[in-house]
């Protein structure tokens, strides 16, 4: 794996990563991303409705508490904004923080909240959090402000942390459909998501969001990875 000082010679999909856009068509592009991110977030809703029901309805009979889970993450320029998830968790053991991560066979989970979270269709409330403008389909996932990495605040851990809120987070991304999601208690582990982040912020192009958008349908649909 490269490095952050050649962030464009990380590779997806057995290819190198092209140089980002000129500023010229950036902004172009930035309004295409947006437009694609509205369109298809409000048909993914309108798609999707009968299985949001559905997980709504399973976590209401199934358990005491609120359907929908908000949390809050850094966003774009470090803003931050409340993001929306099906809650998967018991109310009296759920970390609001988010700072206290999921582990193997975690007793907070509930057994609707297990299979949302493996098939994940707990993140699928994020559509409206794209629909809102708080995040794209595609971008660095989200992180809690104090998350931890290998024991450390992920600022201390990567000094270049907060330069991936250069983008939009999003809903998938780089570092995810190169595996790198999960646990980050591996510091190595840790930083190579960050690495990756970086690299698409580097790299972005329209032809990059479609490339990760086709992988997360195939790992996620042909191949069931949700954890």
């Known amino acids: 794996m490269a490095f952050l000082n050649r962030p464009q010679s990380l590779s997806f999909s057995g290819a190198e990563l092209a140089s980002s856009p000129s500023t010229n068509t950036l902004g172009i592009q930035l309004a295409i991303k947006r437009a694609v991110d509205v369109f298809a977030a409000s048909t993914l809703i309108v798609v999707?409705?009968?299985?949001?029901?559905?997980?709504?309805?399973?976590?209401?009979?199934?358990?005491?508490?609120?359907?929908?889970?908000?949390?809050?993450?850094?966003?774009?320029?470090?803003?931050?904004?409340?993001?929306?998830?099906?809650r998967s968790m018991r109310i009296d053991l759920g970390d609001a923080t988010g700072v206290r991560q999921t582990k193997a066979d975690d007793p907070r989970v509930t057994s609707v909240g297990k299979i949302l979270r493996r098939t994940n269709i707990d993140e699928l409330p994020q559509l409206f959090n794209v629909l809102f403008g708080d995040m794209s389909l595609v971008g660095p996932r989200p992180h809690v402000p104090g998350?931890?990495?290998?024991?450390?605040?992920?600022?201390?851990?990567?000094?270049?942390y907060f330069k991936r809120h250069r983008m939009r987070p999003g809903i998938t991304g780089l570092a995810q459909i190169n595996r790198l999601r999960g646990s980050t208690t591996d510091a190595k582990f840790a930083k190579a998501r960050i690495e990756y982040d970086l690299a698409y912020a580097e790299s972005w192009s329209l032809f990059l969001d479609f490339r990760i958008l086709w992988q997360t349908f195939k790992s996620e649909v042909f191949r069931g990875t949700g954890s």
């Not at 009979?61 to 409340?82: A, C, D, H, M, W």
């Not at 605040?153 to 270049?160: A, I, N, R």
Request: aromatic share 12%.
């Open 48 to 86: 999707a409705s009968p299985i949001l029901l559905g997980a709504a309805l399973a976590i209401k009979v199934t358990s005491r508490g609120p359907i929908l889970f908000k949390q809050s993450r850094y966003g774009l320029n470090n803003e931050l904004f409340g993001i929306y998830k099906f």
């Open 147 to 160: 998350m931890r990495a290998g024991g450390l605040l992920y600022e201390e851990l990567v000094p270049h």
